[in-house]
Protein backbone atom coordinates (compact mmCIF):
# COMPACT_ATOMS: atom_id res chain seq x y z
CA UNK A 1 0.00 0.00 0.00
CA UNK A 2 2.90 2.27 0.89
CA UNK A 3 4.55 1.75 -2.50
CA UNK A 4 1.70 2.24 -4.43
CA UNK A 5 0.74 5.62 -2.55
CA UNK A 6 4.76 6.85 -3.06
CA UNK A 7 4.14 5.64 -6.97
CA UNK A 8 1.09 7.50 -7.46
CA UNK A 9 2.73 11.10 -5.94
CA UNK A 10 1.11 14.10 -7.57
CA UNK A 11 4.07 15.07 -9.32
CA UNK A 12 4.23 12.09 -11.17
CA UNK A 13 0.01 12.08 -11.26
CA UNK A 14 -0.04 16.03 -12.79
CA UNK A 15 3.09 14.81 -15.28
CA UNK A 16 1.39 11.82 -16.65
CA UNK A 17 -2.28 13.26 -16.55
CA UNK A 18 -0.96 16.23 -18.85
CA UNK A 19 1.83 14.52 -21.02
CA UNK A 20 -1.00 11.80 -21.53
CA UNK A 21 -3.83 14.02 -22.42
CA UNK A 22 -1.06 16.29 -24.66
CA UNK A 23 0.46 13.54 -26.51
CA UNK A 24 -2.97 11.90 -27.24
CA UNK A 25 -4.55 15.43 -28.95
CA UNK A 26 -1.32 15.64 -30.57
CA UNK A 27 -1.18 12.39 -32.06
CA UNK A 28 -4.97 12.50 -33.12
CA UNK A 29 -4.16 16.07 -34.76
CA UNK A 30 -1.06 15.14 -36.31
CA UNK A 31 -2.44 12.29 -37.68
CA UNK A 32 -5.29 13.83 -38.96
CA UNK A 33 -3.41 16.53 -40.66
CA UNK A 34 -1.07 13.71 -42.10
CA UNK A 35 -4.12 11.51 -43.45
CA UNK A 36 -5.24 14.71 -45.42
CA UNK A 37 -2.02 15.43 -46.86
CA UNK A 38 -1.75 11.83 -47.85
CA UNK A 39 -5.10 11.87 -49.55
CA UNK A 40 -4.15 15.48 -50.92
CA UNK A 41 -0.93 14.34 -52.63
CA UNK A 42 -2.78 11.28 -54.38
CA UNK A 43 -5.44 13.08 -55.96
CA UNK A 44 -3.45 15.81 -57.21
CA UNK A 45 -1.60 12.70 -58.59
CA UNK A 46 -5.06 11.03 -60.08
CA UNK A 47 -5.72 14.27 -61.23
CA UNK A 48 -2.31 14.90 -63.31
CA UNK A 49 -2.54 11.17 -64.53
CA UNK A 50 -6.65 11.41 -65.63
CA UNK A 51 -5.77 14.89 -67.65
CA UNK A 52 -2.81 13.77 -69.34
CA UNK A 53 -4.85 10.46 -70.27
CA UNK A 54 -7.61 12.88 -71.57
CA UNK A 55 -5.75 15.02 -73.38
CA UNK A 56 -3.64 11.96 -75.44
CA UNK A 57 -6.66 10.23 -75.96
CA UNK A 58 -8.04 13.31 -77.83
CA UNK A 59 -4.79 13.89 -79.76
CA UNK A 60 -4.42 10.29 -80.50
CA UNK A 61 -8.04 9.99 -81.91
CA UNK A 62 -7.30 11.67 -85.56
CA UNK A 63 -4.16 9.33 -86.20
CA UNK A 64 -6.00 6.41 -85.00
CA UNK A 65 -8.50 7.05 -87.45
CA UNK A 66 -6.53 7.74 -90.45
CA UNK A 67 -4.17 4.53 -89.09
CA UNK A 68 -0.98 6.74 -88.98
CA UNK A 69 1.56 5.25 -86.78
CA UNK A 70 4.58 6.75 -86.82
CA UNK A 71 3.14 10.18 -87.01
CA UNK A 72 1.24 9.11 -83.80
CA UNK A 73 5.09 7.82 -81.88
CA UNK A 74 6.45 10.56 -82.76
CA UNK A 75 3.35 12.96 -81.02
CA UNK A 76 3.50 11.02 -78.43
CA UNK A 77 7.08 12.06 -77.48
CA UNK A 78 5.30 15.62 -75.87
CA UNK A 79 4.11 13.39 -72.77
CA UNK A 80 8.36 13.72 -72.08
CA UNK A 81 7.06 16.77 -70.64
CA UNK A 82 5.96 15.21 -67.33
CA UNK A 83 8.71 13.56 -66.03
CA UNK A 84 6.26 11.04 -63.90
CA UNK A 85 5.33 9.31 -67.16
CA UNK A 86 6.78 6.31 -67.72
CA UNK A 87 4.36 4.56 -70.67
CA UNK A 88 1.38 5.81 -72.98
CA UNK A 89 0.29 3.16 -75.53
CA UNK A 90 -1.94 3.32 -77.88
CA UNK A 91 -4.51 0.40 -78.84
CA UNK A 92 -7.09 -0.20 -81.78
CA UNK A 93 -10.22 -1.99 -80.88
CA UNK A 94 -10.53 -5.31 -82.90
CA UNK A 95 -13.20 -7.15 -81.72
CA UNK A 96 -12.70 -8.08 -78.01
CA UNK A 97 -8.72 -7.79 -78.84
CA UNK A 98 -6.40 -4.68 -78.19
CA UNK A 99 -3.91 -4.23 -80.98
CA UNK A 100 -1.12 -2.31 -80.43
CA UNK A 101 -1.14 0.66 -82.24
CA UNK A 102 1.65 3.17 -80.80
CA UNK A 103 3.75 4.18 -77.85
CA UNK A 104 5.59 6.63 -75.88
CA UNK A 105 8.09 4.64 -73.81
CA UNK A 106 10.57 6.79 -71.00
CA UNK A 107 14.39 5.63 -71.79
CA UNK A 108 15.09 2.32 -69.72
CA UNK A 109 11.49 1.63 -69.08
CA UNK A 110 10.45 -1.63 -70.94
CA UNK A 111 6.89 -1.70 -72.86
CA UNK A 112 4.07 -2.86 -71.34
CA UNK A 113 2.05 -5.31 -72.77
CA UNK A 114 -2.07 -5.20 -72.37
CA UNK A 115 -4.50 -7.41 -72.60
CA UNK A 116 -8.51 -6.66 -73.07
CA UNK A 117 -9.21 -8.48 -69.43
CA UNK A 118 -7.91 -5.32 -67.78
CA UNK A 119 -9.77 -2.28 -69.33
CA UNK A 120 -12.50 -2.76 -67.10
CA UNK A 121 -9.68 -3.27 -63.66
CA UNK A 122 -8.10 -0.06 -64.92
CA UNK A 123 -11.46 2.38 -66.07
CA UNK A 124 -10.08 4.49 -62.49
CA UNK A 125 -6.43 4.91 -61.43
CA UNK A 126 -4.62 2.40 -59.89
CA UNK A 127 -2.23 3.11 -57.56
CA UNK A 128 -0.08 -0.21 -56.51
CA UNK A 129 3.46 0.15 -55.28
CA UNK A 130 5.45 2.50 -57.04
CA UNK A 131 3.01 2.34 -60.25
CA UNK A 132 -0.18 4.31 -61.10
CA UNK A 133 -2.19 3.00 -64.12
CA UNK A 134 -4.99 4.05 -66.28
CA UNK A 135 -7.27 3.39 -69.54
CA UNK A 136 -9.21 5.45 -71.60
CA UNK A 137 -11.32 5.09 -74.28
CA UNK A 138 -10.95 6.81 -77.28
CA UNK A 139 -14.28 7.47 -78.36
CA UNK A 140 -15.44 8.90 -81.94
CA UNK A 141 -19.34 9.04 -82.76
CA UNK A 142 -20.09 6.99 -79.62
CA UNK A 143 -17.92 4.20 -80.64
CA UNK A 144 -14.91 3.28 -78.86
CA UNK A 145 -12.43 2.92 -81.63
CA UNK A 146 -9.12 2.74 -79.21
CA UNK A 147 -8.12 2.78 -75.78
CA UNK A 148 -5.14 4.84 -74.30
CA UNK A 149 -2.91 3.11 -71.35
CA UNK A 150 -0.60 5.17 -69.63
CA UNK A 151 1.59 4.22 -66.94
CA UNK A 152 2.99 7.10 -64.36
CA UNK A 153 5.73 6.52 -61.45
CA UNK A 154 4.33 6.75 -57.89
CA UNK A 155 7.41 7.72 -56.17
CA UNK A 156 7.19 11.63 -56.08
CA UNK A 157 4.24 10.81 -54.45
CA UNK A 158 5.85 7.77 -51.68
CA UNK A 159 8.96 11.12 -51.39
CA UNK A 160 6.32 13.56 -50.45
CA UNK A 161 4.36 11.46 -48.10
CA UNK A 162 7.73 10.48 -46.47
CA UNK A 163 8.39 13.85 -45.82
CA UNK A 164 5.10 14.59 -44.44
CA UNK A 165 5.73 11.70 -42.26
CA UNK A 166 9.17 12.77 -40.81
CA UNK A 167 8.01 16.68 -40.39
CA UNK A 168 4.89 15.74 -38.56
CA UNK A 169 7.04 12.95 -36.62
CA UNK A 170 9.73 16.21 -35.59
CA UNK A 171 6.80 18.50 -34.84
CA UNK A 172 5.12 16.30 -32.68
CA UNK A 173 8.63 15.24 -30.36
CA UNK A 174 9.36 19.13 -30.17
CA UNK A 175 5.59 19.86 -29.15
CA UNK A 176 6.06 17.26 -26.53
CA UNK A 177 9.36 18.00 -25.49
CA UNK A 178 7.99 22.18 -24.95
CA UNK A 179 4.93 20.62 -22.83
CA UNK A 180 7.15 18.48 -21.01
CA UNK A 181 9.01 21.36 -19.97
CA UNK A 182 6.05 23.43 -19.52
CA UNK A 183 4.71 20.72 -17.17
CA UNK A 184 7.36 20.32 -14.86
CA UNK A 185 7.28 24.06 -14.48
CA UNK A 186 3.38 23.33 -13.29
CA UNK A 187 3.78 20.77 -11.51
CA UNK A 188 6.71 22.80 -8.95
CA UNK A 189 4.39 25.17 -8.50
CA UNK A 190 1.41 23.14 -7.26
CA UNK A 191 3.21 20.77 -5.30
CA UNK A 192 5.56 22.96 -3.57
CA UNK A 193 2.92 24.58 -1.19
CA UNK A 194 1.52 20.74 -0.36
CA UNK A 195 4.65 19.39 0.05
CA UNK A 196 5.48 22.70 2.84
CA UNK A 197 1.75 21.58 4.29
CA UNK A 198 2.84 17.90 4.67
CA UNK A 199 6.11 18.91 6.11
CA UNK A 200 3.46 21.12 8.56
CA UNK A 201 1.34 18.22 9.22
CA UNK A 202 4.58 15.87 9.93
CA UNK A 203 5.62 18.01 11.97
CA UNK A 204 2.74 18.94 14.11
CA UNK A 205 2.33 14.97 14.53
CA UNK A 206 5.86 14.73 15.58
CA UNK A 207 5.94 17.13 18.08
CA UNK A 208 1.57 17.76 19.36
CA UNK A 209 2.15 21.36 19.32
CA UNK A 210 -1.20 22.66 17.81
CA UNK A 211 -0.05 26.45 17.95
CA UNK A 212 1.59 26.31 14.48
CA UNK A 213 0.15 27.34 11.20
CA UNK A 214 -0.39 26.81 7.80
CA UNK A 215 1.28 29.99 5.08
CA UNK A 216 -0.41 31.33 2.26
CA UNK A 217 1.10 30.33 -0.90
CA UNK A 218 -0.84 32.30 -3.59
CA UNK A 219 -2.74 29.60 -5.04
CA UNK A 220 -6.72 30.02 -4.43
CA UNK A 221 -7.68 26.27 -3.65
CA UNK A 222 -4.51 25.55 -1.15
CA UNK A 223 -5.30 28.49 0.47
CA UNK A 224 -8.58 27.70 1.41
CA UNK A 225 -7.57 24.48 2.20
CA UNK A 226 -4.91 25.99 4.55
CA UNK A 227 -7.78 28.30 6.66
CA UNK A 228 -9.15 25.04 6.56
CA UNK A 229 -6.16 23.61 8.53
CA UNK A 230 -5.59 26.50 10.81
CA UNK A 231 -9.47 26.55 11.94
CA UNK A 232 -9.25 23.03 12.50
CA UNK A 233 -5.72 23.42 14.58
CA UNK A 234 -7.44 26.09 16.09
CA UNK A 235 -10.68 23.64 17.01
CA UNK A 236 -8.09 20.91 18.10
CA UNK A 237 -6.26 22.98 20.58
CA UNK A 238 -8.93 24.54 22.28
CA UNK A 239 -10.51 21.16 22.70
CA UNK A 240 -7.34 19.47 23.97
CA UNK A 241 -7.83 22.82 26.65
CA UNK A 242 -10.85 21.55 27.46
CA UNK A 243 -10.52 18.15 27.64
CA UNK A 244 -7.06 18.78 29.92
CA UNK A 245 -9.31 21.07 31.93
CA UNK A 246 -12.34 17.89 32.02
CA UNK A 247 -9.50 15.69 33.09
CA UNK A 248 -8.84 17.18 36.26
CA UNK A 249 -12.62 17.86 37.08
CA UNK A 250 -12.79 13.83 36.16
CA UNK A 251 -9.84 12.87 38.55
CA UNK A 252 -12.36 15.14 41.43
CA UNK A 253 -15.06 13.15 40.66
CA UNK A 254 -13.99 10.06 40.46
CA UNK A 255 -14.01 9.18 44.02
CA UNK A 256 -17.67 10.44 44.52
CA UNK A 257 -18.47 8.56 40.90
CA UNK A 258 -17.57 4.89 42.69
CA UNK A 259 -19.55 5.32 45.39
CA UNK A 260 -22.48 6.19 42.84
CA UNK A 261 -21.48 3.15 40.19
CA UNK A 262 -21.86 0.76 43.64
CA UNK A 263 -25.11 2.07 44.65
CA UNK A 264 -26.61 1.91 40.78
CA UNK A 265 -24.87 -1.28 40.88
CA UNK A 266 -26.68 -3.36 43.65
CA UNK A 267 -30.26 -1.38 42.56
CA UNK A 268 -29.58 -2.86 38.71
CA UNK A 269 -28.93 -6.21 40.92
CA UNK A 270 -32.10 -6.39 42.43
CA UNK A 271 -34.30 -5.17 39.42
CA UNK A 272 -32.29 -7.97 37.53
CA UNK A 273 -33.91 -10.34 39.97
CA UNK A 274 -37.27 -9.25 39.55
CA UNK A 275 -37.25 -9.50 36.18
CA UNK A 276 -36.16 -13.17 36.35
CA UNK A 277 -39.01 -14.03 38.58
CA UNK A 278 -41.15 -12.16 36.09
CA UNK A 279 -40.24 -13.84 33.55
CA UNK A 280 -40.18 -17.33 35.12
CA UNK A 281 -43.59 -17.20 35.86
CA UNK A 282 -44.62 -15.50 32.49
CA UNK A 283 -42.80 -18.89 30.97
CA UNK A 284 -44.77 -20.97 33.49
CA UNK A 285 -47.47 -19.19 32.57
CA UNK A 286 -47.01 -19.65 28.82
CA UNK A 287 -46.27 -23.32 28.97
CA UNK A 288 -49.85 -23.68 31.03
CA UNK A 289 -51.41 -21.90 28.34
CA UNK A 290 -49.96 -24.24 26.08
CA UNK A 291 -50.84 -27.35 27.59
CA UNK A 292 -54.61 -25.82 28.16
CA UNK A 293 -54.51 -25.14 24.24
CA UNK A 294 -53.69 -29.07 23.81
CA UNK A 295 -56.24 -30.50 26.16
CA UNK A 296 -58.73 -27.95 24.99
CA UNK A 297 -57.98 -29.44 20.85
CA UNK A 298 -58.48 -32.65 21.99
CA UNK A 299 -62.12 -32.08 24.47
CA UNK A 300 -62.99 -30.35 21.51
CA UNK A 301 -62.21 -33.52 19.17
CA UNK A 302 -63.89 -36.14 21.69
CA UNK A 303 -66.95 -33.60 21.96
CA UNK A 304 -67.25 -33.92 17.88
CA UNK A 305 -66.33 -37.49 17.71
CA UNK A 306 -69.32 -38.51 20.48
CA UNK A 307 -71.39 -36.59 18.49
CA UNK A 308 -70.60 -38.40 15.24
CA UNK A 309 -70.66 -41.24 16.92
CA UNK A 310 -74.35 -40.98 18.10
CA UNK A 311 -75.84 -40.78 14.57
CA UNK A 312 -75.03 -44.64 13.52
CA UNK A 313 -75.50 -45.65 16.89
CA UNK A 314 -79.01 -44.23 16.87
CA UNK A 315 -79.55 -45.68 13.62
CA UNK A 316 -78.91 -48.65 15.10
CA UNK A 317 -80.85 -48.44 17.86
CA UNK A 318 -84.24 -48.02 15.48
CA UNK A 319 -83.54 -50.18 13.15
CA UNK A 320 -82.82 -52.97 16.16
CA UNK A 321 -85.99 -51.32 17.66
CA UNK A 322 -88.00 -52.36 14.65
CA UNK A 323 -86.59 -55.53 14.27
CA UNK A 324 -87.85 -56.86 18.02
CA UNK A 325 -91.78 -54.72 16.67
CA UNK A 326 -91.86 -57.26 13.55
CA UNK A 327 -90.57 -60.58 15.52
CA UNK A 328 -93.15 -59.89 17.97
CA UNK A 329 -95.88 -59.76 15.51
CA UNK A 330 -94.27 -62.52 14.08
CA UNK A 331 -94.14 -64.95 17.05
CA UNK A 332 -97.64 -63.45 17.77
CA UNK A 333 -98.92 -64.84 14.35
CA UNK A 334 -96.91 -68.20 14.85
CA UNK A 335 -98.99 -69.02 18.35
CA UNK A 336 -102.41 -67.78 16.92
CA UNK A 337 -101.77 -70.11 13.88
CA UNK A 338 -102.33 -67.07 11.46
CA UNK A 339 -99.03 -66.90 10.19
CA UNK A 340 -98.72 -66.83 6.40
CA UNK A 341 -96.13 -67.39 4.68
CA UNK A 342 -96.12 -63.92 2.97
CA UNK A 343 -96.15 -62.21 5.78
CA UNK A 344 -92.49 -64.66 7.02
CA UNK A 345 -91.05 -63.67 3.81
CA UNK A 346 -91.76 -59.81 4.67
CA UNK A 347 -90.04 -60.37 8.02
CA UNK A 348 -87.10 -61.89 6.60
CA UNK A 349 -86.72 -58.89 4.01
CA UNK A 350 -87.07 -56.70 6.54
CA UNK A 351 -84.63 -58.34 8.94
CA UNK A 352 -82.06 -58.70 6.21
CA UNK A 353 -82.22 -54.66 5.53
CA UNK A 354 -82.37 -53.94 9.36
CA UNK A 355 -79.43 -56.10 10.39
CA UNK A 356 -77.85 -54.39 7.20
CA UNK A 357 -78.37 -51.16 8.23
CA UNK A 358 -77.40 -52.31 12.06
CA UNK A 359 -73.89 -54.16 10.63
CA UNK A 360 -73.11 -50.74 8.41
CA UNK A 361 -73.37 -48.37 11.33
CA UNK A 362 -72.12 -50.63 14.14
CA UNK A 363 -69.20 -50.65 11.90
CA UNK A 364 -68.66 -47.15 11.32
CA UNK A 365 -69.12 -46.11 14.92
CA UNK A 366 -66.21 -48.74 15.70
CA UNK A 367 -64.13 -47.02 13.10
CA UNK A 368 -64.72 -43.69 14.27
CA UNK A 369 -63.86 -44.96 17.73
CA UNK A 370 -60.96 -46.63 16.85
CA UNK A 371 -59.81 -43.86 15.08
CA UNK A 372 -60.57 -41.48 18.18
CA UNK A 373 -58.70 -43.83 20.14
CA UNK A 374 -55.75 -43.92 17.73
CA UNK A 375 -55.89 -40.12 17.74
CA UNK A 376 -56.39 -39.50 21.53
CA UNK A 377 -53.62 -41.40 22.10
CA UNK A 378 -50.72 -40.34 19.61
CA UNK A 379 -51.66 -36.50 21.32
CA UNK A 380 -51.69 -37.52 24.54
CA UNK A 381 -48.09 -39.68 24.03
CA UNK A 382 -44.81 -38.34 23.06
CA UNK A 383 -43.22 -41.61 22.40
CA UNK A 384 -42.02 -42.81 18.71
CA UNK A 385 -44.11 -45.56 16.87
CA UNK A 386 -43.95 -47.09 13.24
CA UNK A 387 -46.84 -45.72 11.32
CA UNK A 388 -48.13 -45.19 7.90
CA UNK A 389 -47.87 -41.70 6.72
CA UNK A 390 -50.88 -41.57 4.89
CA UNK A 391 -53.28 -43.80 7.49
CA UNK A 392 -52.33 -41.31 9.60
CA UNK A 393 -53.44 -38.39 7.77
CA UNK A 394 -56.90 -40.69 7.03
CA UNK A 395 -56.87 -40.98 11.04
CA UNK A 396 -56.81 -37.42 11.87
CA UNK A 397 -59.06 -36.21 9.13
CA UNK A 398 -61.43 -38.54 9.98
CA UNK A 399 -61.33 -37.32 13.86
CA UNK A 400 -61.83 -34.31 12.36
CA UNK A 401 -65.09 -35.08 10.11
CA UNK A 402 -67.57 -33.52 12.82
CA UNK A 403 -65.87 -29.74 12.05
CA UNK A 404 -65.00 -30.95 8.25
CA UNK A 405 -68.78 -31.67 7.30
CA UNK A 406 -69.78 -27.75 8.37
CA UNK A 407 -67.78 -26.51 5.93
CA UNK A 408 -67.49 -27.05 2.24
CA UNK A 409 -63.95 -27.14 2.03
CA UNK A 410 -61.33 -29.49 -0.09
CA UNK A 411 -58.72 -31.28 1.43
CA UNK A 412 -56.01 -32.93 -0.44
CA UNK A 413 -53.24 -34.77 0.67
CA UNK A 414 -50.76 -35.94 -1.52
CA UNK A 415 -48.88 -39.29 0.19
CA UNK A 416 -47.40 -42.72 -1.12
CA UNK A 417 -49.39 -45.28 0.19
CA UNK A 418 -45.57 -47.51 1.02
CA UNK A 419 -44.61 -44.30 3.07
CA UNK A 420 -43.61 -46.00 6.71
CA UNK A 421 -41.67 -44.14 9.06
CA UNK A 422 -40.53 -44.18 12.78
CA UNK A 423 -41.24 -41.09 14.78
CA UNK A 424 -43.42 -39.24 17.23
CA UNK A 425 -47.33 -39.20 16.04
CA UNK A 426 -48.54 -36.88 18.55
CA UNK A 427 -46.80 -33.80 17.84
CA UNK A 428 -47.42 -34.48 13.65
CA UNK A 429 -51.00 -34.98 14.95
CA UNK A 430 -51.11 -31.62 16.92
CA UNK A 431 -49.42 -29.81 13.83
CA UNK A 432 -51.45 -31.00 10.82
CA UNK A 433 -55.02 -29.94 12.78
CA UNK A 434 -53.66 -26.41 14.44
CA UNK A 435 -52.67 -26.07 10.52
CA UNK A 436 -56.21 -27.55 9.32
CA UNK A 437 -58.09 -25.31 11.65
CA UNK A 438 -56.03 -22.46 11.38
CA UNK A 439 -56.66 -22.68 7.44
CA UNK A 440 -60.57 -23.11 8.18
CA UNK A 441 -60.79 -20.20 10.94
CA UNK A 442 -58.56 -17.48 9.35
CA UNK A 443 -57.77 -18.46 5.96
CA UNK A 444 -61.08 -19.64 4.42
CA UNK A 445 -62.80 -16.42 6.72
CA UNK A 446 -65.95 -15.14 4.12
CA UNK A 447 -65.08 -17.99 1.64
CA UNK A 448 -67.50 -20.32 0.62
CA UNK A 449 -65.33 -23.03 -1.04
CA UNK A 450 -61.36 -23.02 0.19
CA UNK A 451 -58.62 -25.71 -1.01
CA UNK A 452 -55.91 -27.26 1.39
CA UNK A 453 -52.90 -29.19 -0.26
CA UNK A 454 -50.86 -31.11 2.12
CA UNK A 455 -47.49 -32.72 0.26
CA UNK A 456 -45.54 -35.64 1.90
CA UNK A 457 -42.50 -37.07 0.84
CA UNK A 458 -39.39 -38.13 2.01
CA UNK A 459 -36.15 -36.43 1.49
CA UNK A 460 -33.18 -38.82 1.36
CA UNK A 461 -34.43 -41.91 3.11
CA UNK A 462 -33.58 -39.44 6.47
CA UNK A 463 -36.35 -36.38 6.43
CA UNK A 464 -40.03 -35.69 5.90
CA UNK A 465 -41.04 -32.56 3.89
CA UNK A 466 -44.35 -31.82 4.54
CA UNK A 467 -45.91 -28.60 2.37
CA UNK A 468 -49.28 -27.47 3.31
CA UNK A 469 -50.70 -24.97 0.85
CA UNK A 470 -54.23 -23.25 1.25
CA UNK A 471 -56.17 -21.09 -1.17
CA UNK A 472 -57.16 -18.52 1.73
CA UNK A 473 -56.57 -14.82 1.67
CA UNK A 474 -53.18 -14.93 3.31
CA UNK A 475 -51.30 -12.79 5.66
CA UNK A 476 -50.26 -9.24 5.44
CA UNK A 477 -46.33 -8.68 6.41
CA UNK A 478 -47.20 -7.55 9.85
CA UNK A 479 -48.28 -10.29 10.69
CA UNK A 480 -46.49 -12.99 8.50
CA UNK A 481 -43.11 -11.81 10.65
CA UNK A 482 -44.83 -12.69 14.43
CA UNK A 483 -46.70 -15.58 13.02
CA UNK A 484 -44.96 -18.07 15.42
CA UNK A 485 -44.93 -15.67 18.41
CA UNK A 486 -47.02 -16.55 21.46
CA UNK A 487 -50.37 -14.46 21.54
CA UNK A 488 -50.71 -13.37 17.97
CA UNK A 489 -54.10 -13.58 16.47
CA UNK A 490 -56.47 -12.08 14.13
CA UNK A 491 -59.51 -13.02 16.82
CA UNK A 492 -58.64 -11.17 19.53
CA UNK A 493 -62.02 -11.49 21.56
CA UNK A 494 -63.60 -13.64 19.38
CA UNK A 495 -62.34 -16.60 21.24
CA UNK A 496 -58.72 -16.98 19.41
CA UNK A 497 -56.08 -17.69 22.08
CA UNK A 498 -53.31 -16.87 19.90
CA UNK A 499 -51.20 -19.99 21.06
CA UNK A 500 -51.74 -21.60 18.02
CA UNK A 501 -49.23 -21.29 15.67
CA UNK A 502 -46.79 -20.93 18.82
CA UNK A 503 -47.46 -24.42 19.51
CA UNK A 504 -47.15 -25.42 16.26
CA UNK A 505 -43.70 -23.94 15.85
CA UNK A 506 -42.47 -25.70 19.10
CA UNK A 507 -43.72 -29.19 18.45
CA UNK A 508 -41.78 -28.60 15.02
CA UNK A 509 -38.43 -27.32 16.17
CA UNK A 510 -38.50 -29.42 19.94
CA UNK A 511 -40.63 -32.60 19.48
CA UNK A 512 -39.26 -33.54 16.62
CA UNK A 513 -36.47 -31.35 16.13
CA UNK A 514 -36.86 -30.25 12.78
CA UNK A 515 -37.69 -26.60 11.11
CA UNK A 516 -40.49 -24.56 9.62
CA UNK A 517 -40.89 -21.64 7.65
CA UNK A 518 -43.82 -19.39 5.41
CA UNK A 519 -44.37 -17.91 2.65
CA UNK A 520 -47.73 -15.98 2.16
CA UNK A 521 -48.93 -13.14 0.61
CA UNK A 522 -51.83 -10.76 0.94
CA UNK A 523 -54.80 -12.43 -1.20
CA UNK A 524 -52.68 -15.34 -2.47
CA UNK A 525 -52.73 -17.79 0.55
CA UNK A 526 -49.99 -19.56 2.70
CA UNK A 527 -47.39 -22.48 2.06
CA UNK A 528 -45.76 -23.93 5.43
CA UNK A 529 -42.99 -25.96 4.87
CA UNK A 530 -42.15 -28.56 7.49
CA UNK A 531 -39.02 -30.69 7.54
CA UNK A 532 -38.05 -33.12 10.31
CA UNK A 533 -35.72 -36.17 10.75
CA UNK A 534 -37.23 -39.31 10.72
CA UNK A 535 -36.69 -43.36 10.50
CA UNK A 536 -37.67 -44.98 7.27
CA UNK A 537 -39.19 -48.64 7.77
CA UNK A 538 -39.50 -50.99 4.80
CA UNK A 539 -43.05 -50.94 4.11
CA UNK A 540 -42.76 -55.29 3.35
CA UNK A 541 -41.60 -55.60 7.10
CA UNK A 542 -44.05 -54.08 8.59
CA UNK A 543 -47.48 -55.40 6.72
CA UNK A 544 -45.79 -58.58 7.99
CA UNK A 545 -45.78 -57.95 11.66
CA UNK A 546 -49.14 -56.32 11.14
CA UNK A 547 -48.62 -52.26 11.63
CA UNK A 548 -50.46 -49.86 10.59
Not at 185 to 210: C, G, H, N, Y
Not at 354 to 371: F, P, Q
Not at 463 to 488: A, S, Y
Request: hydrophobic share 45%; net charge negative.
Amino acid sequence: MANTAKFLSIKSLIIWVVMTITSLSLIVASGINLFSQIDSYERALTSNVNTIAELVGGSAKPYLLAGQTDELDAGLKVVKAADFVENVQVYTLQGDKLVFFASYNKDGIALVKLKYEQVDELREVKITDDVVEIIRPIVNEDTTVGYVYLRASAETLQSEIAYSILLTVVVLMLCLGICFFLTLKLQKAITAPIESMVLLVQRITRQKDFSNRAEPNGIRELDILGEAFNGMLERTQDHMQRQADAEQEYRSLNSSLEEKVNQRTLALKEANGELIQTLEKLHQFQRQMVQNEKMASLGDMVAGVAHEVNTPIGLGVTASTMMLDRLSDLRKGFEDKTLKASALAKFINESEENLNIIYRNLNRAAELISSFKQVAVDQSSENNRVFSFAKLMEEILLSMRPKLKRVNHDIHVHCANDLYVESKAGPINQIMINLIMNSIIHGFEFMDKGTIDIHIQLIDDKKINIIFKDNGKGLPEQLRKRIFDPFVTTKRGQGGSGLGMHLVYNLVTQALNGSISLHSEKGKGVEFNIIFPVKKVDAASVERLGAF
